[in-house]
């Protein structure tokens, strides 16, 4: 099987370095360029075809969204697009997975977890994950064991409604992370169907929660679930970034036999 080929876009040099060099260190991973505007990019997709894109949100030129909707309006099928941001949006993060990013990810970058989000694009999944729907092989009880354990120990309440409603979010992506695609579409929708509400309630329950366990002051405690994939003193993730670190890491675990 070939490397799954690579571009990464990034006008922070620095960046762009330590990813490269973390991601060729991974079998079957391999960067063919960089970009350091959106320009230079799209001329290189289009130029070297990569499989993968990682697309920084703000660049000089023409910015990751940008990017996105010009490789919308191409005719060819375009490679899967992972955009990074240190800007915290739900507003842009949603218009990134509408305009077809595969994932949005926050900085500063779990390398690591970066590296499982390009493998996913290709549908490339560890052969200790298959079956990938982890609640075939995984008791109902142990699962939410694990995704209540981790709620209450970041800081969100068990009376908020919110609660539930992460717990049973969290749930569907571990079972079908493709649903992470389609946040508002999708998950949302299955989360207020199941619980008998409406999305919007469901989507402002969610961010209420998320705001408290930031709130609580709890920074060790969210450093040890969520490591350095958010800044947990700089600001709050999406709602969506928050259920697919969360979703990672119980997953993770399950799979290590934590």
């Not at 080929?5 to 960046?15: G, R």
């Not at 579409?185 to 199941?194: G, N, T």
């Not at 609580?216 to 709050?236: H, M, P, V």
């Not at 259920?243 to 399950?254: P, T």
Request: proline share 4%; with cysteine.
């Amino acid at each position: 099987m070939s490397n799954v080929s690579i571009l990464v876009a990034d006008d922070n040099k620095e960046l762009c370095d330590m990813i490269i060099s973390h991601v060729n260190k991974q079998d079957g991973l391999q960067v063919v360029a960089e970009a350091q505007d959106g320009q230079e990019a799209l001329q290189k997709i289009n130029e070297l075809n990569p499989d993968v894109v990682i697309l920084d949100s703000i660049m000089p030129n023409l910015d990751g969204i940008g990017v996105l909707e010009k490789l919308n309006l191409s005719s060819k099928n375009g490679p899967a697009c992972i955009i990074i941001s240190a800007v915290t949006s739900d507003k842009v993060a949603q218009q990134a997975i509408d305009l077809g990013a595969s994932y949005y990810m926050a900085k500063p970058l779990d390398l690591d977890s970066l590296v499982s989000r390009i493998r996913q694009t290709q549908g490339i999944v560890p052969k200790a994950a298959k079956p990938s729907r982890l609640s075939r092989t995984t008791s109902a009880s142990t699962l939410e064991g694990k995704i209540t354990e981790m709620l209450l120990e970041i800081g969100v309440p068990a009376n908020l409604r919110g609660y539930r409603y992460i717990r049973e979010a969290v749930t569907m992506c571990i079972d079908d992370m493709e649903i992470l695609n389609h946040v508002t579409k999708r998950l949302y929708p299955s989360v207020a169907k199941l619980c008998d509400t409406v999305p919007t309630r469901v989507e402002r329950a969610i961010r209420h929660s998320i705001e408290k366990a930031w709130n609580n002051d709890n920074a060790e405690a969210l450093e040890n679930i969520f490591g350095n994939t958010i800044n947990t003193r700089k600001g709050k993730p999406t709602s969506s970034e928050f259920i697919a670190l969360l979703s990672d890491k119980i997953r993770l675990e399950l799979l290590e036999g934590k």
